[in-house]
């Protein structure tokens, strides 16, 4: 790694790190005793593998997508030491490590996180994260001290603490400035109501049946894939459809506005229209589903960096609901 990049990233760290306890002094001056224990992660969050494809998987047959001239195979697809590109005008040339990772324990970081890094609902979009963000979270996988909030198994989040392990620091340097030069798009299309279309579980994703009348929503946030062809093709221009209770938006504004008591207001760290400030990563657009995981994180304590901590007194007492608010309204905003 350049010394000039290892000075500064450390210098960049260190004002993060003071910063830290000034924030948490000023939670404190507003937070009200906290809910006593951590929240129940509900299932629903952490949908599993579900019916994806096992394998062999078909080398000859040519896979299409509407709005591409690209064509990839079954076998392609599902390579992940090789990213599938569908629309390589939309960004940059991508770095070894995004395009085609470091066999045989180093995923290519495109193949989740797709080539334009807006991600999927299992993981996360990278496009626009600060790049000394993107460099604290590859050490916070590799200490420990971010861990998912589900109890259980999880692939993508266990892959990815994995993948943190063996990560030359060249390549993540490289991995961090690719994805912080990308623009996020809109994730997830934020739709209130008390019904979703029947779903599936496909590749920790939900999918429409297709068949099926519509099922009860309930308390839950569901993030499904509108189209399953697209999402089981990897299309990195496919936006997700949330589903969430009538009234979370109203909710999750005002909670973000830090209207309701002991919370704080978002933009207080994560600036004007939570587009980020400093290190603390833009929000605003992300995937509802990915952020929720994120709330239950931070709430339940299993990710505890030093810039967590700021995190833990503004969630401390909010409830599930509140938690599936902040994340609908946090997601429809524009990115």
């Known amino acids: ?49 579900g019916d994806l494809p096992q394998g062999p998987f078909d080398a000859v047959q040519p896979l299409h997508l509407p ?20 629309h390589p005008d939309s960004h940059p040339p991508m ?9 045989p324990q180093v ?35 590799k200490s420990g001290e971010r861990r998912v909030a589900w109890p259980g198994p999880n692939a993508p989040s266990d892959s990815m ?10 390549d993540a340097v490289q991995a961090a400035g690719y994805f912080a030069r990308l623009k996020l798009h809109q994730r997830s299309h934020v ?20 068949s099926g009348p519509s099922e009860r929503l309930g308390e839950r946030l569901i993030e499904v894939a509108p189209d399953a062809q697209r999402d089981a093709r990897r299309d990195d221009e496919l936006v997700y459809d949330a589903y969430v209770p009538a009234g979370s938006l109203a909710r999750g504004r005002d909670l973000a506005a830090g209207k309701a008591p002991g919370t704080l207001a978002c933009a207080t760290c994560h600036g004007a229209d939570l587009r980020g400030a400093a290190l603390f990563p833009p929000i ?15 709430r339940n304590g299993t990710r505890r960096s030093a810039a967590a901590q700021a995190m833990a007194p503004v969630v401390e007492r909010l409830t599930e609901r509140d938690l599936i608010a902040l994340a609908a309204y946090v997601a429809s905003l524009e990115p």
Not at 73 to 82: I, N, W, Y
Not at 203 to 210: E, K, L, N, S
Request: hydrophobic share 45%; proline share 9%; glycine share 8%.
């Open 191 to 210: 739709i209130e109501g008390a019904t979703l279309p029947e779903v599936k579980v496909s590749g920790w994703t939900y999918v429409p049946t297709g």
């Open 107 to 141: 995923y290519a970081c495109g193949y989740c996180h797709l080539a334009n890094g807006q991600g999927r609902p299992e993981n996360a979009a990278l496009a626009g994260l600060p790049r000394e963000y993107l460099l604290q979270q590859l050490a916070d996988f």
């Open 161 to 170: 603490i994995a993948l943190a392990g063996h990560l030359e620091a060249t």
């Open 67 to 86: 709005d591409s001239t690209l064509t990839y195979t079954e076998a392609q697809l599902f390579d992940e030491f090789a990213v599938p590109d569908w």
């Open 1 to 49: 790694m350049d010394c000039e990049k290892v000075r500064r990233r450390r210098c960049t760290l260190r004002t993060v790190r003071a910063a830290v306890p000034a924030v948490l002094m000023l939670l404190a001056a507003v937070a009200a005793p906290a809910v006593a224990g951590p929240l129940p992660v509900p299932p629903w969050l952490f949908p599993g593998e």
């Open 284 to 298: 605003a657009g992300r995937s509802a589903s990915y952020v929720l995981r994120q709330l239950f994180a931070f």
């Open 95 to 103: 770095p070894t490590v995004v395009a085609r990772g470091r066999p």
